[in-house]
């Protein structure tokens, strides 16, 4: 049974109780048990559990300190291309919008590779836009091999694939694959993916089934907060991980935390999330899914960043650019404006005088076949 076979079984207005729930001595009781299930985990989003946040903050502190260390892993995102056949009204990169459109080339691809390596990063993470026509999957492939040359993880975050083309990507040298569902509510998902193949929720929400048939080791998901009702799509993503973490137990699913900037396209989102609703999220889903690995952009503001290091990150991006060429030439438009701008040494002495170890390696190619 596939991921969207199970969605279809669940009620949602069966979660509303938990949800909806006033009483904090509930979310007490959760906090005390040694292992909660998912009901448990409602109770940790809902207003009761507001009111006890600090307690819940400091299990999530303990738990991601006994499961991680205390230890930060970077990354660095590469933009291919901004090409894009979609129209998902929140992007820049939206088909209907006038932008420089840049697909770069294997040269350019090799300097972006280079300037990052030289910097320090050992982790990768290729981007590309929907246009399988411009960079499709031989272009994607090209791009994975040049990339082995220099870095040890290859992450991507692409358009979804069939299971024969993502295991061309994964015999290239790929590791992971993120694929962020936008949004679980399908209502609301068609009403923001207004053309282009994107308009498929449910080839978009078997994905991350594809990806770890076809071989990734990991995969990252994911809502992009503010199209929906944040309880909904926190509910939702709780599932869709441990759907996916009891299915594929081999592999690692990562979770990530992207909230719309409304700075990007002059979207007006429509349901704004707070620093404390999102720290709320993800305390919960810390306490539910202690083994997960929480990846943190630079979409969020330099101080905010730094609260999460303390609290239940495992990896963060740092000095991203987020067009294509944007480490060596820089002047195509970008998908989102970055809010933390400082660099990968920055970022490392952040982290160091906070008592964590940055890690900028933590995976070997000779790890296969004995783990
Ligand atoms: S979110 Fe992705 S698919 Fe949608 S317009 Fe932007 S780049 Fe294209």
């Known amino acids: 049974?596939?991921?969207?076979?199970?969605?279809?079984?669940?009620?949602?207005?069966?979660?509303?109780?938990?949800?909806?729930?006033?009483?904090?001595?509930?979310?007490?009781?959760?906090?005390?048990?040694?292992?909660?299930?998912?009901?448990?985990?409602?109770?940790?989003?809902?207003?009761?559990?507001?009111?006890?946040?600090?307690?819940?903050?400091s299990l999530a502190r303990e738990l991601?300190?006994?499961?991680?260390?205390?230890?930060?892993?970077?990354?660095?995102?590469?933009?291919?291309?901004?090409?894009?056949?979609?129209?998902?009204?929140?992007?820049?990169?939206n088909h209907s919008k006038e932008i420089k459109r840049t697909t770069l080339t294997k040269d350019e691809i090799e300097k972006e590779l280079i300037a990052l390596k030289e910097v320090g990063f050992d982790s990768v993470l290729l981007l590309t836009g929907e246009s399988p026509k411009i960079a499709g999957l031989d272009y994607i492939k090209e791009a994975v091999i040049m990339a082995k040359k220099y870095f040890t993880y290859?992450?991507?975050?692409?358009?979804?694939?069939s299971e024969e083309e993502y295991r061309e990507l994964v015999k290239a040298g790929a590791n992971g694959l993120t694929i962020y569902q936008e949004t679980y509510h399908k209502e609301t998902y068609d009403k923001v993916h207004l053309k282009g193949r994107k308009k498929n929720f449910e080839w978009r929400l078997d994905t991350p089934d594809r990806a770890f048939l076809a071989g990734f080791r990991k995969v990252g998901i994911g809502a992009l907060l503010g199209l929906y009702d944040l309880k909904y799509e926190?509910?939702?993503?709780?599932?869709?991980?441990?759907?996916?973490?009891?299915?594929?137990?081999?592999?690692?699913?990562?979770?990530?935390?992207?909230?719309?900037n409304p700075k990007e396209t002059g979207f007006d989102i429509p349901y704004s999330v707070t620093d404390k609703d999102l720290v709320q999220m993800l305390c919960a889903l810390?306490?539910?899914?202690?083994?997960?690995?929480?990846?943190?952009?630079?979409?969020?503001?330099?101080?905010?960043?730094?609260?999460?290091?303390?609290?239940?990150?495992?990896?963060?991006?740092?000095?991203?650019?987020?067009?294509?060429?944007?480490?060596?030439?820089?002047?195509?438009?970008?998908?989102?404006?970055?809010?933390?701008?400082?660099?990968?040494?920055?970022?490392?002495?952040?982290v160091k005088n906070k008592g964590y170890d940055p890690v900028l390696k933590d995976w070997e190619e000779n790890f296969l076949g004995i783990i």
Not at 2 to 15: H, L
Not at 234 to 260: C, D, M, N
Not at 303 to 321: H, N, P, V, W, Y
């Open 64 to 93: 991601t300190i006994k499961r991680f260390g205390k230890v930060i892993n970077f990354y660095a995102p590469i933009y291919l291309s901004n090409e894009c056949s979609n129209s998902c009204i929140y992007c820049g990169f």
């Open 286 to 350: 810390r306490i539910f899914l202690p083994d997960t690995p929480f990846l943190l952009s630079t979409r969020e503001k330099p101080e905010f960043r730094d609260k999460l290091i303390e609290l239940c990150i495992t990896q963060m991006s740092a000095g991203s650019k987020t067009n294509p060429g944007g480490y060596t030439k820089d002047d195509a438009k970008e998908q989102f404006e970055v809010s933390d701008k400082r660099s990968l040494s920055e970022m490392l002495e952040v």
């Open 234 to 260: 926190a509910s939702i993503i709780g599932l869709h991980a441990e759907y996916l973490q009891k299915k594929y137990w081999r592999g690692e699913v990562t979770l990530s935390f992207p909230r719309i």
């Open 1 to 57: 049974m596939s991921f969207y076979e199970k969605f279809g079984e669940y009620d949602y207005s069966n979660f509303k109780k938990y949800l909806d729930n006033e009483d904090k001595d509930l979310v007490l009781n959760v906090l005390k048990k040694e292992k909660i299930n998912f009901f448990d985990y409602l109770y940790l989003l809902s207003n009761g559990a507001k009111k006890v946040l600090p307690q819940i903050a």
């Open 154 to 161: 290859i992450g991507l975050e692409i358009y979804p694939m």
